[in-house]
């Protein structure tokens, strides 16, 4: 074999491996590309993935229609019902109930009385749409209603102002109104109301104001045992618990960030009370306590009422 053949083979050799590293190459730079567009596809898909379960509205099973005219209309049922409790705000920061669910003066009380100041922040508990923003002299007075996603419908009530329209979608925490005292009130607070296919069901059951968290990622509604888990969240978190206060005490110091450095005190109402009476307990006068509590004069105190005196 001569040298010029050798040559000629390793020079075919070298080409042979530079034309395959090139063309290697070649469809690496050509495949890139496509790894690009591939991987904007798999990050499209991924989030439309997200948007659908995002948008996942048990409601939708629960509610046959829309409307801007009922703040509830009862309708059946079902026998078991999960409610999602995950991605709340609680209503407000204010952890003092003045009012349980239940019977109440003759009548059912179908929601929880919060304490709240005139301007105190109101905020969605959970992200849903506005069904209703209206008021109702004679009950509600400036109410809003939210049908959330995981299947209820909140109502807050007596508001001073509605921040928000119906047909707006909100997100959990997002303001949508300001305390008040208006409607069938005897004095600033929240009506909180939580209800299930128009149903008002015990919020105890899922909101614990004392500590400012739902009880768990779900509560599991069953008709057959609503009554008793009723009775026990209230007897748990409700006015008059041993968690919430004692029916013994009168002085009460807010938990919550106080308006000022000082402890915000009140006085809860005991069976008998007049304003001057505990105005004269308190050492201050029926005018201050009226001004502090956005009240008149002539109102009809009720035992378990919460009211600041300094």
């Given at each position: ?29 050509k ?39 009922y ?81 209820l ?48 069901l ?12 739902v ?49 915000v ?13 505990i105005?004269?307990k ?29």
């Amino acid at each position: 074999m001569n040298i010029s053949f050798l040559k000629k083979i390793s020079v075919l050799a070298i080409s042979f491996c530079v034309s395959t590293s090139v063309s290697a190459q070649d469809l690496l730079a050509k495949q890139a590309p496509v790894d690009r567009k591939m991987k904007a596809v798999d990050s499209m898909i991924l989030k439309k993935i997200i948007e659908q379960e995002e948008r996942y509205n048990p409601a939708a099973d629960l509610y046959e229609d829309w409307n801007n005219v009922y703040a509830h209309q009862e309708t059946a049922l079902p026998d078991s019902f999960r409610i999602d409790l995950r991605g709340f705000h609680m209503p407000t920061d204010s952890r003092v109930l003045t009012s349980n669910f239940g019977a109440r003066w003759g009548r059912q009380h179908k929601g929880l009385d919060i304490k709240v100041y005139i301007g105190d922040t109101i905020r969605a508990a959970f992200s849903g749409k506005i069904r209703i923003v209206k008021y109702e002299p004679r009950g509600y007075g400036k109410y809003v209603v939210i049908r959330h996603h995981n299947g209820l419908e909140t109502i807050y009530g007596h508001m001073s102002k509605q921040l928000v329209v119906e047909n707006q979608e909100v997100k959990a925490g997002e303001a949508i109104g300001l305390g008040g005292n208006t409607g069938r009130s005897t004095g600033s607070h929240l009506h909180f109301e939580t209800r299930l296919c128009g149903v008002a069901l015990n919020p105890a059951l899922m909101f614990d104001f004392r500590n400012q968290d739902v009880v768990g990622d779900f509560y599991m509604f069953r008709r057959n045992k609503y009554a008793s888990e009723s009775a026990m969240a209230t007897r748990l978190r409700g006015v008059g618990s041993s968690s919430n206060d004692s029916d013994q005490d009168d002085e009460l110091e807010i938990a919550t960030a106080p308006r000022t450095s000082a402890p915000v005190h009140f006085h809860k109402v005991k069976k008998g009370d007049t304003l001057q009476a505990i105005a004269r307990k308190h050492h201050t006068t029926i005018d201050k306590l009226c001004k502090l509590n956005h009240i008149g004069k002539n109102i009809r105190l009720r035992p378990g009422q919460i009211l600041k005196y300094n």
